[in-house]
């Protein structure tokens, strides 16, 4: 383990618990030390060591390593520092049977990272005064119902984009892989039974969340892909982006799905299914394009989106406590949790950090944000493998000064190869 310098005041703590290291009064690492003792958890940590120093040459030789021998097909990061593009790239390939290599302007399906244009779309018409978030979702869509009068009355715009409706979690998903429309199965919610009122239940939604898209024309009278393409796409210059699955397949370099088939991979077309859902899986997009949202998101482009809109979005309004006993690295890092405006809203091992993520038919995003730190991430990949995702805590981690821990197992790599869990399970429903 590196030694502190003699100098250094540190602080006492316990060895046994954080394995010989310690920490100056203060600092990110002594509150992270104490936010985890204050956790009593009860499991065995895994093995750390010494903070990995912040290096982009460093992730991205791992985003190489990750796709190395196809562990996984193709790969694109985003890094994004103290206002700064560090890093925007692209790895692997597009296609294992048509090879063609990934690049900073290759398109992937960002899934339910879609949220977040959602959760941030809704903010600016709440910053112009075209929507209000406590008003009923039935003021701008009178056609909507829930079983009960009652919660129909009661559903605010601020419920439908935090995922407290009330619903089964993901109520009708299955409805829509089975190839059925939007709106047959928008209307299907008028006959879902209720776990709690709205605002009293966490319960995460595709078709119920997309019901903000009808929330959006009918305060606007416009359609919700226009504006998001109006008000985020073009200002930001996210020129490679697009929505839906034509958007996709006219990009001139785009990533297609890919799930496992023996000991190597299969290509596949990628299902109109939950682009049906575009307020909730609906948005495209390169390293390059992810790397101005990340700049905007990370407060450096406040004429698009303000501080006062970030903070909007950014403000948890339902708590998501199982996230704190998924596996992996939320169970480790994450002291609270809840849910935003299309956004999770974390205490991560002390520091506040913005995140979500996305899986759908044989494509996989991860997005944070650190905002103490400066710092913004995105992951994007075309394979159903879970390997990756080990690379956004190690960034982190690393932007904070905790102490290195083995998220992530590639040649000349500590850990364990296995990240295991996303905060709900990954499968073939539109994210998370």
């Known amino acids: ?220 009278g416009r359609l919700f892909d226009d504006h998001i393409q109006r008000r985020i796409f073009k200002p930001l210059g996210m020129h490679d982006a697009s929505l839906g699955l034509e958007g996709i397949t006219r990009s001139p370099s785009w990533a297609k799905p890919h799930i496992r088939a023996g000991s190597g991979w299969r290509s596949l077309m990628p299902k109109p299914t939950y682009y049906r859902l575009g307020p909730a899986a609906g948005v495209n997009a390169s390293a390059t394009d992810m790397a101005q949202y990340l700049l905007a998101q990370t407060g450096h482009r406040p004429d698009i989106i303000s501080p006062q809109l970030l903070n909007t979005i950014r403000t948890s309004r339902i708590d998501t406590p199982s996230e704190m006993r998924a596996a992996g690295w939320r169970r480790e890092r994450l002291y609270s949790a809840g849910y935003g405006m299309g956004w999770r809203v974390y205490n991560y091992a002390g520091q506040p950090m913005y995140f979500h993520g996305g899986a759908v038919q044989g494509y996989r995003a991860a997005m944070a944000v650190l905002p103490r730190q400066d710092l913004g991430v995105a992951i994007l990949w075309n394979g159903e493998s879970s390997l990756p995702s080990g690379l956004l805590p190690t960034i982190l981690d690393s932007a904070i000064g905790l102490p290195q821990t083995a998220w992530l197992k590639l040649d000349g790599l500590p850990g364990s190869e296995a990240f295991e869990g996303m905060s709900e399970a990954i499968n073939s429903s539109g994210g998370q």
């Open 1 to 220: 383990m590196a030694l502190l310098p003699s100098h250094t005041v540190l602080a006492q703590t316990d060895n046994r618990r954080t394995g010989g290291l310690v920490a100056q009064p203060g600092s990110p690492l002594d509150e992270y030390l104490k936010a985890r003792e204050l956790r009593q958890q009860q499991q065995a940590q895994p093995e750390i060591v010494a903070p990995l120093p912040f290096d982009v040459r460093t992730f991205e030789q791992m985003a190489r390593q990750i796709v190395a021998n196809q562990r996984v097909p193709g790969l694109a990061v985003a890094i994004v520092k103290d206002g700064k593009i560090l890093s925007a790239r692209g790895y692997g390939v597009t296609d294992t049977l048509n090879p063609r290599p990934v690049d900073a302007h290759t398109v992937f399906r960002l899934a339910s990272l879609s949220k977040t244009f959602s959760g941030t779309l809704g903010g600016m018409l709440v910053e112009e005064g075209a929507l209000d978030l406590h008003q009923p979702v039935v003021r701008y869509f009178p056609e909507f119902r829930l079983r009960s009068a009652d919660a129909t009355s009661r559903l605010s715009v601020a419920n439908l984009l935090s995922h407290s409706i009330g619903l089964p979690r993901t109520a009708f998903d299955r409805d829509i892989q089975a190839n059925a429309s939007y709106s047959s199965v928008r209307a299907k919610l008028a006959a879902a039974p209720l776990s709690c009122g709205p605002g009293e239940c966490y319960s995460y939604q595709n078709v119920a969340f997309s019901v903000f898209g009808d929330v959006v024309h009918g305060a606007t």
